[in-house]
């Protein structure tokens, strides 16, 4: 039978993988991953495993989703395979294209989810999410708007978090602030749960300009809204 294993590997630190996800790394004889994916991770692939990198690097790609979507209907049926992905699958990881390809070709997928840098990125740096009398409700949204317009403005969320919005912050601030007080907070977190990490606060009003400061680049996730006060307890 051929199947796929599509698997979250968490936000970087290897620790925060899950038990389901180290197990199917530890037995895989095919490992496909992602630019995200700490090396640190690949390190409990067993001797001779073949292991894959496709990750996209800025502004050059080694691999477009179709090439990976054909490497890996391809792979199936190679012993273990195991598609391992940077956080959550599903979290603007484009799992689910990877899915519907493998499904196409009469390919089984398991999905072992991820613990996502959309939730535990911020956790890390001292921001809960939501918090009860201050946020509940969270919108989760990129800020990578090649492909689509997004409304920033009228995204609704006492929280917002936004992925892969580090160079469009300028932007996105901007547009934010129609509706929500410049004095809103703001937190960047950069190379979250990683030795390197970083964290810039600000407001709508100045955190694009503090960032560029920082020269705050890829990866990095930024949290909008009143939790980002809750750091100065938490940490
Ligand atoms: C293509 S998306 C993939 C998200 C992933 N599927 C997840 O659930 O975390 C990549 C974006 O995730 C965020 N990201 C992933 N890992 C991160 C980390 N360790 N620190 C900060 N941001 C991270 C950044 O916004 C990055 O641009």
Known sequence: ???????????????LITVRGMKLLQQADVIIYDRLVSRRLLAYAKPGAELIYVGKEAGRHRYTQEEINRLL????????????????????GRGGEEVMALRRHGIEVEVVPGVSSAIAVPALAGIPVTHRGVASSVTLVTGYTAERRIDYASLSGDTVVVLMGVRSLKKIAEEMMHTRSPETPVAVIEKGSMQSQRVVTGTLADIAEKAERAKLSPPAVTVIGEVVRLRREFL
């Open 1 to 15: 039978m051929r199947k796929v294993y599509l698997v979250g590997g968490g936000p970087g630190d290897p620790e």
């Open 73 to 92: 209907v391809e792979k199936a049926g190679s012993g273990v395979v195991v598609r391992l992905k940077g956080g959550d699958p599903f979290v603007f």
